[in-house]
């Protein structure tokens, strides 16, 4: 049964296959097996991995040159492309902007249509081309002459009409291409992601960038939360489990059931003199038959570990670490705020 599947589905990609490809003479008869695919995709790999070491053989001067004028520019890093190099453009600027230098994206054909309007006198650009001769590429290279800007070429044809234009030539050639009929840009495109990954690292080492400085882009990451997140930001406000000194023992648990944080603060003049655990509730139960007489002062652990609301959270989580504890009493000087829950800093990925 499984065989018959098997021909089935390969008879029907055969069908589409023939309709799509009628004018190439494609044809499709070879059923690939696992052990083969898992031998292509490592061909694959070593292909495009052997097209990136050989990299390190083509950096010249250029190379530290274009560097040292991209982090010396007043303006922006302009980085444009066509094709699949105008994708790679794209991961480019991501990268840099995540690393602290300012960059944009421009469509080399939408240059041409108008889009050149983006580009100011102190910007650099990096123009991405495997050929470096296409038509797009050999409209776009002379008005950006024109303009005065400084020109970076990361090319695969260091004799193209992109290179004899540039300021900077950064040569991505590669002998291949890792597809099977060598036009898929595959070794290509790692060669020029990777040849972007170099220039954004270096600039990343000439500016000192820290950890707290690529935390500050990226606001939303674990990171970032780990190093920019104060304990304030996460206090949920309406729930501030609170009784008194004198409250009694059934209101206490029912605050603690209520607010669900499995603590409550116990409070005298806005000012926090202890807690109280739903532990601290399940021994009281253990050692006495009747707790009617009891309050809250009578069962509170005094002097709780205490954290400024301004605090960062990153702090909060090595004092939970530090002393086996899963809540914080949170206070803005000595006025109870609300209460910081271990498992409050998990949900937000800070680890």
């Not at 489990?241 to 409070?267: H, N, Y």
């Not at 005094?302 to 899963?326: C, H």
Request: glycine share 6%; hydrophobic share 45%.
């Amino acid at each position: 049964m499984i065989w018959y599947y098997v021909v089935f589905c390969i008879n029907l990609h055969h069908i589409k296959i023939q309709i799509s490809f009628t004018h190439t003479n494609f044809k499709y008869s070879v059923l690939i097996s696992k052990e083969n695919i898992l031998a292509i995709a490592k061909k694959t790999i070593l292909s495009e991995s052997e097209a990136i070491t050989k990299l390190t053989d083509l950096l010249d001067d250029n190379f530290p040159d274009a560097t040292q004028a991209i982090y010396n520019s007043k303006g922006r890093l302009i980085v444009t492309g066509i094709g699949k190099s105008a994708i790679i453009a794209q991961k480019m600027v991501a990268t840099f902007n995540s690393t602290g230098t300012p960059s944009m994206f421009l469509h080399a054909s939408e240059a041409i249509h108008g889009d050149l309007g983006m580009i100011q006198n102190d910007d650099i650009i990096i123009c991405i081309s495997k050929s470096g001769n296409s038509p797009e590429i050999k409209v776009l290279v002379p008005l950006l002459k024109r303009f005065g800007n400084t020109l970076i070429a990361i090319t695969g044809n260091t004799t193209s009409f992109l290179a004899k234009g540039s300021d900077f030539i950064l040569n991505t050639t590669v002998e291949k291409e890792a597809d099977p009929i060598n036009l898929a840009p595959t070794n290509s495109t790692t060669a020029q992601l990777v040849m972007g990954d170099a220039i954004a690292v270096c600039l990343m080492e000439i500016r000192g960038f820290k950890p707290e400085d690529f935390a500050k882009y990226h606001p939303g990451g674990a990171l970032g939360k780990k190093l920019l997140l104060r304990v304030q930001d996460m206090l949920e406000h309406t729930l501030k489990p609170m009784v008194s000194p004198d409250t009694s023992i059934k209101k206490v648990i029912f605050e603690i059931s209520e607010k669900r944080l499995g603590v409550t603060a116990v409070v005298d003049q806005e000012k926090v003199i202890g807690i109280i655990t739903d532990g601290d509730i399940r021994r009281m139960l253990n050692e006495r038959d009747s707790f009617a007489d009891l309050t809250a002062k009578d069962i509170m652990t005094k002097n709780p570990k205490l954290i400024q609301s301004t605090a960062m959270v990153v702090d909060a989580l090595n004092i939970l670490e530090d002393f086996s504890i899963t809540q914080l009493v949170v206070v803005d000087n000595e006025e109870y705020k609300g209460v910081l829950h271990l498992h409050d800093i998990l949900k937000e990925g800070i680890l």
